[in-house]
């Protein structure tokens, strides 16, 4: 569904309206495309005193062919704004973050990147140095919405001996993969993550399954692993057979049909893979999704129990046969899709809230069970996206979805999906137990 407001605003003339009326501003966000530069400008890299991770990220960005620089002239714009905050233990120390963004805050280009490094809270040495680090949640979630023109903040907190597993996530939030994702808060573990031989091409040798493939999310997700190199089989409904063979065709992968709430489902699918020249399943996404909305007191028991099987029984069902029967190896990802309604609960969605708060749970509770074996398991929580479903909302609901974000616009299916790729990265070996927002740091489902 086209945003004409936001094709409008970006015109000759809705350019003047906009400033004119004080109208919502979306901005043209960067996204990536293939060939692009990490970055459209020079890297100001700042850190307090004491710091781990600024050499290691100097090291890392000059690797990526960033220009790295710690300080500029007034009037040059830099692409990025990147501060090492892992030397700060205390509050009254807050001030260098002060020191380092006020001067700088009108030196970023549109579409640039606040990034920020942290230790978890929970690995620090000390109450006050958890304090201190708890407090930069705070500064990059209102820097997102302070700062405008597509910018994203983001904190990263990277845990002590994990410096060298930062790598795939700072070229995802630097790049422009990262275009609708602020506001975040990422945790880097410390397990090693070895470097794929091709950042274009992280995925190549992978396999990778893509639940709900046949369009929408789902089908960006089939494209956009198989651009980075994976071989994807692509599944959905019988019903959907023709788009399915259509987003097969164009990723030159596999078309799968299965329903996944049919009781043999995960039984037929773990027979198909184990069958295949992989022997199992690299990259498992779990897609598909449906709702079926009405407040509670109205809601049939048929729509409760659909959501329920399609979004939060079936993957589970999924996974643990394939866990049981060894058909996802060491190296494995497994990445759900949630929904900013399971973080905050939504009006008429209890059903659907339920099972992606649920999704939220599967992360949380396998993260540190499938370390063990090598897998990670993450999640993307989606916003507002311009896709089939909320092309179907009400206008006024959808106008708020679309505006009421520090990007005023939604996002498309393509950013969802390379959040995914993110997660699928052999780099990303390191990135385990997150669900991070792909929403423009929505006001809604805060
Ligand atoms: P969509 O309805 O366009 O696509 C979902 C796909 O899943 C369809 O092709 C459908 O046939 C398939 N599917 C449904 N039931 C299935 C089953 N039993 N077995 C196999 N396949 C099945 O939806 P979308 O907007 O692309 O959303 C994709 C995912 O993203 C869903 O999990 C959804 O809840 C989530 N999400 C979407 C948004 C958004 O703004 N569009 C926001 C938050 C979360």
Not at 113 to 120: C, K, Q, S, Y
Not at 201 to 229: E, F
Not at 296 to 312: C, E, P
């Amino acid at each position: 569904m086209a945003d004409r407001y936001a094709n409008f605003a970006n015109s000759g003339l809705g350019r003047t309206m906009v400033k004119r009326l004080g109208l919502p501003d979306p901005p043209r966000l960067r996204r990536h495309t293939a060939g692009d530069p990490l970055v459209t400008g020079p890297v100001l890299l700042g850190a307090a005193p004491g710091g781990r991770l600024g050499e290691p990220t100097r090291k890392l960005l000059e690797t990526a062919g960033a220009e790295v620089t710690d300080k500029t002239d007034e009037g040059v714009r830099v692409s990025a704004l990147v501060f090492d905050a892992t030397g700060i233990v205390d509050s009254p120390q807050l001030r260098e973050l002060y020191d380092f963004f006020h001067p700088y805050a009108r030196a970023l280009q549109s579409s640039g990147r606040v990034i920020v490094l942290g230790t978890p809270p929970e690995a620090t040495a000390s109450p006050k140095e958890a304090i201190a680090q708890r407090s930069l949640e705070g500064l990059t979630r209102s820097i997102g919405k302070e700062f405008g023109r597509g910018t994203t903040a983001q904190l990263v907190y990277v845990a002590p001996g994990g410096e060298a597993g930062a790598e795939s996530t700072l070229r995802f939030l630097l790049s422009g993969r990262s275009a609708y994702v602020s506001g975040q808060v990422i945790r880097i573990g410390a397990a090693p993550a070895p470097a794929p031989a091709d950042w274009e091409r992280p995925l190549d040798g992978k396999l990778a399954l893509v639940t709900g493939a046949a369009r929408g999310i789902g089908a960006a997700i089939a494209r956009i692993l198989a651009r980075d190199g994976a071989e994807v089989i692509a599944l959905d409904v019988p019903a959907a057979g023709d788009a399915l063979a259509g987003v097969a065709n164009e990723t030159r992968g596999r078309a799968l049909q299965i329903d996944l709430t049919a009781p043999d489902a995960p039984a037929r699918l773990a027979g198909y893979l184990a069958a295949g020249p992989h022997a199992g399943v690299d990259i498992l996404v779990h897609n598909a999704g449906i709702t079926r909305d009405k407040t509670i007191a109205r809601m049939s028991a048929d729509r409760w129990d659909s959501v329920i099987g399609v979004n939060l029984t079936a993957p589970e069902r999924v996974n643990d046969l394939l866990l049981e029967r060894g058909l996802i190896p060491s190296g494995g990802r497994i990445v759900g899709v949630a929904s900013i309604a399971g973080i905050a609960g939504n009006r008429g969605q209890t059903n659907y809230a339920t099972s992606k708060a649920g999704v939220i749970g599967q992360v949380q509770a396998y993260a540190p069970v499938l370390a063990g074996r090598g897998i990670t398991i993450n999640a993307v929580a989606p916003g507002f996206i311009e896709t089939a479903m909320t092309a179907k909302m009400p206008l006024g609901l959808r106008e708020a979805g679309r505006r009421l974000n520090s990007m005023s616009q939604g996002g498309l299916p393509a950013d969802v999906a390379e959040t995914v790729a993110w997660f699928a990265s052999p780099g990303s070996a390191a990135v385990t137990g997150n669900v991070v927002r792909v929403c423009g740091q929505s006001l809604l489902g805060a």
